[in-house]
């Protein structure tokens, strides 16, 4: 959706919150945003942290057990995207499976 904007992407900074911030270290974060595009952000905190802005978002995310059991685990979680503002404040949400032609338009408006 970042490409359809042309010139104004470069007004927008996505992006990426962990809910997993035992397994999202900084290192796997990076690695995770880069190979997505490289101009994603990715974040990470505490565990305290995470659990913070997931409750501020109504985000959400849980693990559950790997097909492959042992240690290997599973993260439920929501994809939501959601819009701020250059002051932090909430804009707008969209769902993950709105059209890249909508999250565009609603992004193109909000930059212009």
Do not use: C, W
Not at 7 to 33: C, N, W, Y
């Amino acid at each position: 959706a970042i490409e359809e904007l042309g010139p104004d992407a470069a007004k927008l900074q996505p992006l990426f919150i962990t809910v997993d911030p035992e397994r999202d270290t900084p290192e796997v974060m990076g690695s995770f945003t880069a190979a997505v595009d490289p101009r994603i952000v990715g974040l990470t905190g505490s565990p305290q942290q995470i659990a913070a802005v997931s409750e501020a978002y109504g985000a959400y995310g849980v693990a559950r057990q790997g097909e492959a059991g042992g240690d290997d685990y599973l993260m439920d979680h929501g994809t939501h995207i959601y819009i701020m503002n250059p002051q932090g404040q909430f804009v707008e949400g969209l769902d993950s499976d709105t059209p890249t032609s909508g999250i565009a338009a609603t992004l193109g408006e909000l930059v212009r």
